[in-house]
């Protein structure tokens, strides 16, 4: 079975707008038990993280993108970090978002690309969480409630989280008993679909989802992006760096697996082989954190909870 992993990026354009980007590399698990495998090289797609990351880190292409997801205009875009973690330390846990993107307006936009729905809810839950830490990063600089920015949380998925067959589901918050009363909060959320239907949207967008969804590159711009992945796979410093990255997390997870198979067999008991994994689950856990990724993203790997994760964290003055 698959699961996945991700990395980010981040972007902001001359008038102050900020942008952060993201996608997903491939975790196997076997009789149980779990085995960190990223893609070979050569299997990497768009989907993946670590090749859209690099994608997105040419500007002409990003700052397109931005624009027909959201229907804004962007003057020129810069980078001036290389990933957006915001950090409100509630429960001691960050949240890296994908594209984070401010607009001269002070309009917030997070776009997030999905390749997994996750347990029934957990993505709208998760919109919500993104939501809320966006907020807190204002108030925790000083701002006041009528501070908070306008925000827009997107997420870009390879599944209909839905089920209606729409290319694009827009959420925003209104009065139920008479619907022309919106609520004011001036918060967004949107899910892209790469399953839906494209009539009606934006060819360019159109084009993007199912080249997303494994379709052919069509259109000038999607062309583009398909030649910048092209050109990305080719470079051999970016392989390298990806192939270091690759062994280096295969490393850990043998060395992992190995110490808590070791501490089972020295049980002689089934407990005591469960203990073995529970302690290699830890181990893993421990490492990532070490290395900066994100809880969500250890909890998907590791299959630990996102509190039993951050309680190690803590116990071992990681977060």
């Not at 709208?124 to 409630?145: C, F, N, P, T």
Request: aromatic content about 8%; charged content about 30%; glycine content about 8%.
């Amino acid at each position: 079975m698959l699961d996945s992993v991700r990395l980010d990026i981040y972007v902001q354009d001359d008038t102050g707008r900020v942008f952060n980007i993201e996608m997903q590399v491939a975790v196997i698990k076997r009789r149980g038990d779990l085995v960190v495998r990223y893609k070979e090289w050569e299997e990497l797609t768009l989907q993946d993280n670590f090749l859209f990351q690099k994608v997105m880190q040419n500007p002409r292409i990003c700052k397109h993108l931005i624009e027909k997801i959201l229907n804004i205009t962007i003057e020129k875009i810069t980078y001036p970090e290389s990933e957006k973690t915001i950090d409100i330390r509630l429960d001691s846990k960050s949240v890296r978002l994908d594209v984070y993107v401010q607009d001269d307006t002070g309009r917030v936009f997070d776009i997030e690309m999905q390749v997994s729905a996750g347990k029934d809810g957990e993505l709208a839950k998760r919109s919500r969480y993104y939501q809320g830490m966006i907020d807190m990063e204002v108030l925790e600089k000083g701002g006041l409630y009528e501070d908070l920015n306008p925000t827009y949380i997107i997420f870009i998925c390879t599944f209909d989280l839905f089920g209606k067959g729409l290319p694009k589901y827009t959420f925003c918050n209104q009065c139920e008993e008479d619907g022309t009363i919106a609520l004011g909060d001036e918060t967004t959320k949107v899910f892209l679909n790469s399953k839906g239907r494209t009539e009606g949207i934006d060819p360019d967008i159109a084009a993007f989802l199912q080249y997303i969804d494994g379709k052919a590159a069509e259109g000038a711009f999607m062309q583009s992006v398909d030649a910048e992945v092209q050109r990305v796979k080719r470079h051999d410093e970016t392989r390298r760096e990806y192939m270091t990255l690759k062994q280096e997390f295969e490393r850990i997870a043998r060395v992992n697996r190995a110490e808590g198979w070791e501490a089972g067999k020295a049980e002689g008991k089934a407990e005591g082989k469960a203990e073995g994994r529970a302690e290699e689950k830890s181990a893993n856990a421990l490492e990532m954190l070490r290395h900066g990724l994100p809880v969500s993203l250890i909890a998907a790997c590791t299959k630990l909870t996102e509190q039993d994760i951050i309680t190690l964290g803590k116990k071992h003055q990681l977060v």
